[in-house]
């Protein structure tokens, strides 16, 4: 017999706050997070020169160098947010976390790149400079989950889901997969990354950022006509997924039921996205709910103000629905938070279903006609009554996921 799983604890770090009340309440001021970044500005053929930090995020007064030795930002980022996270589940300090009830389904784009530059000193110089016992532990793909786990001392399963901009939505789905088949209680699920101007320049070299560099409150601009490309974010998102019957006899509160997920991968290009099956995720997350398409009344897309991006997800979205859904792009608040941006979304799709407003995407004044038609949410934001949302991520390397949540009556 499947378990139901429900979320029980949400915390984050982002561009618009370092815990979930703030960052909501900034949804609501219709202003983006985007700035001009001015340490850009000594790079070469950069032509970006935007991004959308975390501002407020402090180190734990308690995360010692012994703690910290192992921990880049991103592992930082992800390890105090996760302890946030089971705070605010009340499972801080349980028993469960460490006797092999819970387990951790996390990831990133990378490891911090700034230890990973160490090395290609080493290489380039010829000499040992910077590099020391925990540098590659730092760098690490696997670096959040595993900082994770040693710092709660978790000793169930460990899931990394370092898959790009999916390894947030990764990390939610296969949490959920472990609770729902009996591997685990409980699971720490979700995701980071932190800015580095070489992740800027991966795009930047794709032609794929933005470049209104002058006017940053005007960018990034999803499903747009006018769009001109993705602006990069960093940030953390954790929620800790538990079995329904354990978080009911100890009296916790829920904010949501995961209840539907679906990934799939393409199979055909590396970065240019195939619409079929990124709607083939969308579909097997219907089919795992056990819902139809119309039960969903709210849709929260990835939306990276990428021409073939926007026009392979809204597509692909219409493909499944055939109906004009609601939709919007949190990526226009935060700019594309790369691998926490389905932990994040997930977080405050959760949190707009609770409270029936729906954040509308911003900058969007002229829908691109090569788009599907959906209903973009745009303006001032929508009140929508529905139990049943969605929230998609698509990835380089041709990964979909596909998360629906459930308001808890």
Known sequence: MKKR????????????GCDVKTA??????????VQYARE??????????????????VVPEHFNRKVTRTMGRVALLSTAVSEQALL????????????????????????????????YTMEQEKRIRGVNSGSYIKMMPQTTTVNISLYFKTKGRLIPTSTACTS?????????????????????AGGADELHPSHIAIFDTLYATSLKNDTPKLTPSPFDRDRDGLVLGEGAGTLILEEYEHAKSRGAKMYTEVIGFGTSTDGTHITNPCHETMGSALQLALDDAGISSADIGYINAHGTATLQGDVAE????????????????????????????GAIEAIMSIEMMNSGWYAPTLNLNNVD?????????????????????MSNNFAFGGINTSLIFKRID
């Open 40 to 57: 850009l500005d000594e790079y070469e053929n950069m032509n970006t020169r935007l991004s959308a930090p975390v501002k407020d995020f």
């Open 314 to 341: 809204s597509v692909a979205t219409y493909d499944i629905f055939k109906r004009r859904v609601p939709v919007s792009s949190l990526k226009s608040y935060t700019g594309h938070t790369l691998g926490a941006c």
């Open 5 to 16: 799983v429900v979320v029980t604890g949400m915390a984050l770090a982002s561009p618009l």
């Open 168 to 188: 947030g939505s990764m990390g939610i789905g296969y949490a959920y997969e472990a609770i729902k088949n009996g591997y685990e209680t409980a699971m720490i």
């Open 369 to 389: 006609e090569n788009c599907a038609q959906l209903d973009y949410i745009a303006g001032e934001g929508r009140n929508i009554d529905t139990d049943i949302i």
């Open 24 to 33: 909501f309440d900034r949804l609501k001021t219709f202003e983006n997070c």
């Open 88 to 119: 605010d589940a009340g499972l801080l300090g349980d028993e469960i976390i460490s006797n092999g009830q819970t387990g951790v389904s996390y990831g990133s784009s990378s490891g911090s790149l700034v230890s990973i530059i160490d090395f």
